[in-house]
């Protein structure tokens, strides 16, 4: 589904990817861990073309994501859902979701897709005439997340959807995730609760500084004393 092959990014003279590779088969959920600043960020902004790629390649289903306009990206199937959320606060949260459909044109699939998203989210489907500017944290989250899922996308890239959450919140958006992963949807999952996202993922990449340093089935590196160590606070 997405390949990376030896991809790397500089922020002028920082180096801040350095030749990573990666992949994310059709249907899995892939995690991508690492401290604060290690550039897990950074990676999902190079695959959906916010920045430029020094070198390396990026593909979508074969095809070369680099010599795409980001504008065209999610057309390709690609769907990103920022760090930190980013809903239109001003408009409605049904509002919100039809602004991700805005790249189809059939209008029986925008509602199909708006029916699927108010299956996934139920409390979404209570606020739809909302402003999204009032809705909680985790509210805005499912929000982001379903405008996404608006675009019909053949892989799904989660950046942080933990973030400035409660702990129970943070139980409630995981549990989406995996009841997304499921429905056969593909995800690449960046978080630093690297916890909860080896707890759901089915293979897992470790990045520290720029680099991947482990890789791996996500259980067998739930297990693994450095992992435990460095982000499991075992």
């Given at each position: 589904m997405l390949e990376i092959k030896d991809l790397n990014v500089f922020y002028g003279a920082i180096h801040a990817i350095k030749g990573i590779s990666l992949s994310v088969g059709d249907g899995e959920l892939v995690s991508l861990i690492g401290a604060n600043g290690a550039g897990k960020t950074t990676t999902l902004h190079a695959i959906s073309g916010l920045i430029p790629v020094a070198s390396g390649s990026i593909s979508l289903a074969g095809e070369d994501l680099r010599k795409v306009a980001p504008n065209k990206i999610i057309s390709m199937g690609l769907a990103h859902v920022p760090e930190g959320r980013h809903v239109f606060a001003r408009m409605t949260v049904e509002e919100n979701l039809r602004m991700g459909a805005y790249v189809i044109r059939d209008q029986k699939l925008i509602a199909k897709n708006l029916d699927m998203v108010y299956a996934h989210f139920p409390r979404l489907k209570e606020r739809r005439r909302q402003m999204a500017g009032t809705l909680?944290?985790?509210?805005q989250q499912m929000l982001a997340t379903g405008r996404a899922l608006m675009t019909d996308p053949k892989i799904l890239l989660m950046d942080e959807p933990s973030m400035g959450l409660s702990p129970l919140l943070v139980k409630e958006i995981f549990s989406i995730i995996e009841n997304l992963h499921k429905t056969g949807i593909t995800i690449l999952l960046v978080e630093q609760n690297a916890k909860m996202a080896?707890?759901?993922?089915?293979?897992?990449?470790?990045?520290e500084t720029g680099q991947i340093s482990m890789s791996g089935k996500a259980?067998?590196?739930?297990?693994?004393?450095r992992v435990r160590k460095a982000y499991l606070g075992a």
């Open positions: 909680s944290g985790g509210e080896l707890a759901v993922a089915d293979r897992a990449y470790v990045l259980k067998d590196l739930a297990e693994d004393d």
